[in-house]
């Protein structure tokens, strides 16, 4: 066997083993996400029920959400339980997501990544939080009394689940603004000086945002938008912390043993 064919082999093999560790990690999240989904089917109509709340607190006396498919009365709860599975699961597929990317990055890198993904992760659920205990009730009310006189208020179940996981993803991403302000700091694309000049587009940029991720009313927009901008501010005040300094640039992608080498270097030159 040639030179040639050793160094193939041996650029090969790491690629198939990546690929059958990842695989691996895939097969734990789809059967992590379906033993909680078949947890959560058998109270799926109650889980749709508790979702409703919100809107069914404000429907006129005497309406009801009705169910315009004839399957949808029993496959709507499932696609909830479904999503909402996927939702529990988070923690759990961002952790094989962080095993199987961990060795292979820089020691700086892992040490920034991993609170990273925890904090996203709790800023994404309280989007989410935010937008049913806040947001649903106000927006609900106001929506329904809005309706002309002689309207009857019933909104079909499936259209009523995508209107609100809609609502629920944009919320949970725009809460995420801190962890992209970081980030921006911390590899070096902007500083939090630009940044804050750059103040007034952004608060313009959190209602347009708003005005398109949110239902056509004012309530609903400023609510979404208000918090982006406070969110902001939070991110700008922590990318400080983050910022890179010119001397870790020489070493941020060094390995321990690297570092030690380094500065066992740096005394002996120190002692001649």
Known sequence: MSQNDFKEDAVEQPFISHLIELRSRLLRVVLFVLVVFGGLAFYANELYTLLAGPLMRYMPANSSMVAIDVASPFFTPFKLALVLAVFISVPFILYQFWAFVAPGLYKRERRMILPLLIASTFLFYLGVAFAYFVVFPLMFQF????????????????????????????FGVCFEVPIFTIVMVWTGLITPKSLAEKRPYVVVGAFIIGMLLTPPDAISQ???????????????????????????????????????????????????
């Not at 929506?143 to 993803?169: C, N």
């Not at 001397?247 to 740096?266: G, Q, T, V």
């Open 143 to 170: 929506l329904t009394a809005a309706a002309p006189t002689g309207v009857a208020v019933m909104t079909d179940i499936t259209k009523y689940l995508d209107f609100v996981l809609t609502i629920f993803f944009a």
């Open 222 to 272: 400023t609510l979404l938008a208000v918090p982006m901008w406070m969110l902001f501010e939070l991110g700008l005040l922590f990318s400080r912390l983050f910022v890179p300094k010119p001397d870790e640039a020489a070493y941020e992608y060094l390995d321990d043993a690297e570092m030690e080498a380094r500065l066992d270097a740096i005394e002996k030159q120190e002692d001649e």
